[in-house]
Every structure is written in structure tokens, then in C-alpha cells.
């Protein structure tokens, strides 16, 4: 996830894109009520009572050491000790923000950086760790200035955030001395993330959130998210094959899934794909599930009839535009959600969307039949 900036309308811009999926090419996830949405911090509102380097022991045995293979997603939560096992150094980047790192990601960060400034790949730390009080503070203050349905729809659930593990860091871009921290801007710079991208296994990192993979990390494509592991060798793996976490340690697979977009004569390919996203990263909560297929159900689903039943699903919300996609996919054996029956193949499972005029695409109703 990326920083949330201070101001409301720089907040509602990037929930746009990266919750709500308006842009093609920055697609992140919906929001979820019942798991995480969209990993949303806040970078003013940070802890900020330190500045100082509060790293102490070098000398801890390696029980005491955090597991630098841990999984934190939507579905898996921070380990119980986590927050008292963790080593964290304290440092301001350079738009003046406080980032608090784990101490080993930093160190390996600091290589990497310098390895970039190599081929003149300049980078700095947009945010890193949050602790989970800080993100339940982050809700609390979300509740109340903006209601309980917002929160819930904009911050990242406390506990389910792999920013509590202090691994995972977001990079922005400096470029000609000019520092560019805003997604939309950030996502322009495809060759410099390609940059990036092919050093972090040499220092045990990995992007975490991979185009495609939404279905199995929760999360839209992120060019800046990257987590440390602490292992160059395991990251050079999942790295050369293209996999991601979930699935090196088993919680997923990565069987290939069919989409078909069919043919629209309404919407493009590109409004089809920031639909199915949403699809994906609604699906990586259903922990477990194997994604088959998904299709567009066609233009004829598209009838004033149908965005009706949108709207009175959630009357809060003007939609003024519904669309369908039909699933194939084989549910977990031990799934939480009542709604569905364990392992059990589900055919044309409908998935209907609604959007309103400036809003991305939204999750509005799930059925069997
Ligand atoms: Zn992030």
C-alpha cells in the first residue's frame, strides 16, 4: 500500500485509484467489510515520538528474532509476539516524514539503494511499518470524521496489514531531484520499476503485490511495495518463478485461471479488467478457494432492471452503471464464510458490480443462483 497524504481530496483521489480501481493500469482492490481494504495508511499521522535509532540488541538469540517468512494478509493476521520480538530503526525521508523499518529490512534497504544509485535509480522510503495500534487509531479517526462504513471500506482491518511486520516498504521515485510520491504519477515509470525490480532478490526482497496474482495476494499490482525476507536465495526463487508469497508457503496455488472478457459493446476491455480485479481481491478472502475461471456474463445483463437491484442493495449510492461476470471455482474445505459450502465446485457463480459516474467499479452482490 501507499501512503495516504493528509488532505481529504488527495485521500479520496487515491482511494479512486487504488481501492476502487477507475484507472486501467492502477487497479488495486476494493473495499471488504469483512476483511482488509486496500492497504491504507496515513503518512501525517505516523508515529512520530521518536526519531531516533531505537535499535539495541545485536546479541538476541534467534528465538527471540521474528520469522522473516511470515505470512500478514487478509486472511492470515501478525503473529501474537510479533510487536514485542521486533527490532525497528527510526528515519526521515526526504519529504520530512518519519518511517519507522524493521532493523535487518533497513540495513538490506540501504544496500539496495545504493546499488540503485549505481545506474542512477534514485528511491527513498514512502512509509513501512505501522503498528497495529496505530492503524486502529487510523480507523477510530476514519470512524468518526468520515462514519463506520468508510473506515471499514478504506482502512486496511488492524492486525491484517503486512505494514505491521515492518518488512514491508513502499519506495517512492526521485527523479531529477524532484520527489515523486503520488501513485498516479509513480505507476508512469514502468522502466524504473523494472530497475528496481530486477535488484531486490540480491538483498532479500520481493514485490509482493504481482500483476495477475490479485486473486491470491488480495491486493492490485503495486510497483512499490516490496517485502523484505531476509533470505536473497528464497527470493531469488519466488522471484525467477514468478509466484508469490502465499503460494511459496503453500496457502495458495497458483493454477492458471481462464478470463474471458467476452465482447462488449458497452464497456471496454480495460473497464471489464478493473472489474474483474475487484473480483480477484474480493476472492482472496475466501482463503483457500481455487479460482477457475471468470467471465464477463454479457451486454445483456447490463439493463436498467439490474443497476435498479444495485441501487436498492446499497441505496446510499447512486450507480449508474451494473455489470455481471460469472465464476467457476472450488471452494476451500475448512472455509470460514457460511455462505458457502465447503469443497464443493461452484459453476457460474454470479458476481455483480455497480459503479456511479466518478467511482471505480463496486462489489454489490454475490449469488448462486
Ligand atoms: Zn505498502
Redesign the pocket.
Known amino acids: 500500500?501507499?501512503n495516504i497524504k493528509k488532505t481529504k481530496s488527495y485521500f479520496i483521489r487515491l482511494i479512486l485509484c487504488l481501492c476502487l480501481a477507475s484507472t486501467a493500469v492502477l487497479s488495486g482492490c476494493n473495499t471488504d467489510t469483512s476483511s482488509t481494504a486496500g492497504?491504507s495508511?496515513v503518512s501525517g499521522m505516523t508515529d512520530t515520538s521518536s526519531k531516533t535509532t531505537d535499535v539495541s540488541s545485536d546479541n538476541k538469540p534467534s528465538t527471540d528474532s521474528i520469522d522473516y517468512m511470515a505470512l500478514v494478509n487478509k486472511t492470515h493476521p501478525l503473529p501474537d509476539d510479533w510487536e514485542e520480538k521486533l527490532e525497528t530503526v527510526h528515519i526521515t525521508n526526504s519529504v520530512d516524514d518519519d518511517v519507522e523499518v524493521e532493523k535487518k529490512a533497513y540495513e538490506a534497504y540501504l544496500k539496495l539503494k545504493a546499488e540503485l544509485e549505481t545506474e542512477d535509480v534514485y528511491v527513498d522510503l514512502d512509509?513501512a511499518r505501522r503498528s497495529i495500534s496505530e492503524q486502529q487509531r487510523i480507523m477510530d479517526d476514519f470512524t468518526e470524521k468520515y462514519g463506520k462504513d468508510y473506515a471499514l471500506k478504506t482502512v486496511a482491518t488492524p492486525g491484517y496489514s503486512?505494514?505491521h511486520t515492518g518488512l514491508?516498504?513502499?519506495l517512492y521515485l526521485i527523479i531529477d531531484g524532484k520527489d515523486i510520491v503520488e501513485n498516479e504519477e509513480m505507476i508512469q515509470y514502468p522502466e524504473i520499476w523494472s530497475k528496481i525490480h530486477a535488484k531486490l532478490a540480491d538483498y532479500g526482497f520481493i514485490l509482493?503485490y504481482l500483476e495477475g496474482k490479485e486473486h491470491i495476494t488480495g491486493y492490485g499490482y503495486?510497483p512499490?511495495?516490496i517485502r523484505y525476507l531476509d533470505n536473497a536465495d528464497i527470493a531469488k526463487e519466488i522471484t525467477s518463478k514468478g509466484i508469490t508469497l502465499e503460494s511459496y508457503l503453500g496457502t495458495a496455488s497458483e493454477s492458471d485461471i481462464s478470463i474471458d472478457y467476452g465482447s462488449s459493446e458497452i464497456y471496454s476491455q480495460d473497464e471489464l479488467k478493473d472489474a474483474v480485479i475487484q473480483i480477484k481481491c474480493k476472492f482472496a478472502s475466501l482463503a483457500g478457494c481455487e479460482l477457475k475461471s471468470i467471465r464477463y456474463a454479457g451486454d445483456e445483463a447490463v439493463t436498467n432492471e439490474n443497476l435498479k437491484r444495485m441501487n436498492e442493495i446499497n441505496p446510499n449510492v447512486k450507480y449508474t452503471q451494473v455489470v455481471e461476470f460469472l465464476m467457476d471455482f472450488h471452494s476451500s474445505e475448512n472455509i470460514i464464510d457460511t455462505s458457502f459450502e465447503a469443497s464443493r465446485d461452484y459453476k457460474d457463480y454470479q458476481w455483480w458490480l455497480a459503479r456511479t459516474d466518478d467511482s471505480g467499479w463496486e462489489i454489490c452482490l454475490m449469488s448462486d443462483v
Open positions: 500500500m501507499k492497504e495508511g512509509s503486512e505494514h514491508a516498504l513502499d509482493r503495486e512499490w511495495h
